[in-house]
């Protein structure tokens, strides 16, 4: 079976430019989560679904950070307008909220704003 | 205070000895707690899982909880260069609860 999918797997952009990153969860899992890792901070969550619905996105940084989930098989979380201090890597990772503890993280989209 | 707390390490062991790394977690109300390990430029994929206070061995890995010191550990017998890695605590408040906390990890060398 296929892991959790992101795109793009790296993303070179402007300052004040829109940056779009996306992701498909495993087929079944319901739970749908995405962090930002730094060197400084570590790995943060930013916000996380259940069903499709978005339940704790106490950790978005700022009003520039929005994150939509419109089917079970995809996820967005856009930027805008991006800065140079949102410059990491950013994981979705997939979970079947019912069963199992493992959350699968997908092989993240490294973000550099210049 | 940091939720979940790790030292950074570098720890520097030696093929074949015994790895220990170490995590303190402030929220007394947390339930699960986790082991990632995560190689340079990879993704965290889980290592162990425990709820009980104790240990919970798995093939080389042995996870040690001790809730009334807010502390879990995590033991590598007969450490392996390919154990190096970063080694992530996460901690869960509760099975109702989906979100993990992380720590900022602790760096694991394994000299041949």
């Known amino acids: 079976d296929a892991g959790v999918i992101q795109s793009p797997r790296h993303e070179v952009t402007e300052m004040g430019q829109e940056v779009t990153l996306r992701c498909k969860p495993i087929s079944g899992h319901n739970s749908l989560f995405w962090y930002r890792q730094t060197m400084m901070r570590g790995l943060e969550l930013l916000i996380y679904?259940?069903?499709?619905?978005?339940?704790?996105d106490s950790g978005m940084p700022e009003d520039r950070f929005s994150a939509k989930m419109p089917n079970a098989s995809f996820s967005t979380l856009k930027i805008q307008p991006s800065e140079p201090r949102d410059s990491a890597v950013y994981f979705c990772?997939?979970?079947?909220?019912?069963?199992?503890?493992?959350?699968?993280f997908g092989p993240g989209t490294r973000l550099t704003v210049l | 205070q940091k939720e979940v707390e790790q030292n950074s390490g570098p720890l520097s062991v030696p093929e074949g000895a015994i790895a220990s790394l170490n995590c303190t977690y402030s929220d007394r109300g947390s339930q699960s707690f986790f082991w990632y390990r995560q190689y340079s430029g990879k993704s965290p994929e889980l290592i162990m899982f425990i709820y009980s206070n104790g240990d919970k061995e798995d093939g080389r890995f042995t996870a040690q909880l001790n809730k009334a010191s807010q502390y879990v550990s995590l033991l590598i017998r007969d450490s392996q260069p390919s154990d190096s890695a970063t080694y992530l605590c996460a901690v869960k408040k509760g099975t109702g609860f989906q979100k993990l906390v992380f720590g900022t990890g602790t760096r694991l060398l394994v000299s041949p």
């Open positions: 990772a997939s979970k079947n909220r019912v069963w199992g503890n493992e959350q699968f």
């Open positions: 679904f259940n069903n499709n619905v978005p339940i704790d």
